[in-house]
Nanobody, 115 residues
Framework: QVQPVESGGGLVQVGGSLRLSCTASGIIASVNSMGWHRQAPGKQRELVAG???????NYVDSVKGRFTISRDNAKNTVYLQMNSLKPEDTAVYYC?????????WGQGTQVTVSS
């Protein structure tokens, strides 16, 4: 059983930065990809950034140039560096690992950007 655990959320002012981490425990084999999703109150969950095991990345347009996803395969960890944060980035951020085509989700970490 793969269990991702997020950390690094919190309260930050507009223009500030945060770095989220997600480490997956359990048997890690056949990892397809990892991703960060977010869900704001009253809105649907959306994919923010994704990265394949090989390192190919993709981002939602609203975060391009501000967020960077990266991974450390040896540590079974994926990161999300968030810079120039805006109030609209406020949401619960979820980490997702796709292993052997099965999705495993973390419990989420709150990011709040104050103006």
């Amino acid at each position: 059983q793969v269990q991702p655990v997020e950390s690094g959320g919190g309260l930050v002012q507009v223009g500030g930065s945060l770095r989220l981490s997600c480490t997956a425990s359990g048997i890690i084999a056949s990892v397809n990809s990892m991703g960060w999703h977010r869900q704001a109150p009253g809105k649907q969950r959306e994919l923010v950034a994704g990265i394949t095991w090989g390192g190919t990345t993709n981002y939602v347009d609203s975060v391009k140039g501000r967020f960077t996803i990266s991974r450390d395969n040896a540590k079974n960890t994926v990161y999300l560096q968030m810079n120039s944060l805006k109030p609209e980035d406020t949401a619960v951020y979820y980490c997702m690992w796709r292993v052997a085509r099965v999705e495993y989700w973390g419990q989420g970490t709150q990011v709040t950007v104050s103006s």
